[in-house]
């Protein structure tokens, strides 16, 4: 396979369980997973980094919330809190990879791109919130939350509660050209922070903010097969896929089609606050001609990118003609 690769890794990747979320936290976090990519870009490879901002982008809302409607400071819409975390994480991320890329004789090689996906004012996901954003909080904590503030909040993968907004789904990449471009002059970009920044197009050209948050893998698949690359990788919390996951029978997955992906799907396996939106992704990205999906944790990449772990999801056969 051709060396270029989307990266896509989850914003919790920077604020570990148990961890308060710090940026001295996050700077760690960061250099350990920038060391894995840089490791790869010595090896030839091109890539891509995206990343999550729930996390980032929930503290960014309780900050301005915090503060009161008396306090001279202006509150921040949702749009604006994406824009701001895609500045912060790049920021982090970026001085990150130029310093390992440094430390293996590539110095200057990482340019970050604020990005902006398109999507639709009608889509229905402005209705139905689904997102988590923000930390996690006691059931007691998002009843609360629920009664004074109106939130939408939703159980999340039996480790709390966390707030949920809508999360439409993305159209187009505003800046792919641009994003094209700087790969093909040998830098390695950060982009589709957060999923990016959610606009809808007015006219041709013309874009407007809106209130919501991208879910990342799928702005990834976008951008992934509108740049054409052959691999697309979603970073997760355990270096393999599992169907009946924590159950007696649980089964890990090393490699499936799209048409097992999507039975998995419809079965239930993949629940959305969880590895439904990845396996989605995947899907939606080998069917815009990706060769090859690989979901795995970040400290796992070069193990899993050298097929010793990791879950490979792939196109399905073609059909020999008689």
């Not at 050209?177 to 990016?196: D, M, N, T």
Request: aromatic share 4%.
């Amino acid at each position: 396979m051709e060396r270029r690769a989307v990266i896509a890794i989850g914003g919790n990747a920077l604020i570990l369980d148990g961890q308060k979320g710090t940026i001295a936290e996050q700077y760690q976090n960061a250099r350990e997973t920038s060391r894995h990519i840089a490791s790869l870009v010595k090896e030839g490879w091109s890539v891509v980094l995206t990343h999550g901002n729930g996390p980032q982008v929930g503290f960014i809302l309780l900050r301005s919330e915090l503060v009161g409607d008396t306090a001279p400071v202006p509150a921040l819409s949702l749009e604006m809190c994406v824009a701001d975390s895609q500045g912060g994480i790049g920021h982090i991320l970026g001085q990150a990879l130029l310093n390992e890329l440094a430390a293996r004789g590539e110095p200057d090689r990482v340019a970050c791109i604020l990005t902006h996906t398109v999507v639709a004012a009608s889509d229905p996901a402005f209705g139905d919130p689904t997102k988590p954003i923000g930390p996690y909080y006691t059931e007691a904590e998002a009843n609360r939350k629920r009664e004074r503030q109106g939130w939408s909040i939703v159980e999340d993968a039996g480790r709390g509660y966390r707030r949920v907004v809508a999360s439409p789904r993305p159209l187009r990449i505003v800046e792919t050209a641009q994003i094209k471009s700087l790969v093909e002059g040998g830098f390695i970009v950060i982009a589709v922070g957060g999923g990016g920044i959610p606009v809808v197009e007015e006219s041709p050209g013309s874009y407007r903010g809106v209130e919501a948050v991208i879910d990342k893998d799928r702005a990834s698949a976008l951008l992934a097969a509108s740049l054409g690359v052959p691999l697309l990788v979603l970073s997760t919390g355990v270096e393999q896929v599992a169907v009946h996951f924590r159950r007696p029978d649980q089964r890990w997955l090393e490699r499936i089609t799209v048409s097992e992906a999507k039975q998995y799907l419809e079965e239930g396996e993949f629940p959305k606050g969880s590895m439904g939106p990845k396996v989605e992704a995947a899907v939606s990205f080998l069917e815009r001609g990706g060769q090859e999906v690989l979901i795995t944790t970040p400290a796992a990449l070069e193990r899993a990118i050298a097929g010793e772990t990791g879950t490979r999801i792939v196109p399905d056969p073609v059909p020999l003609r008689v």
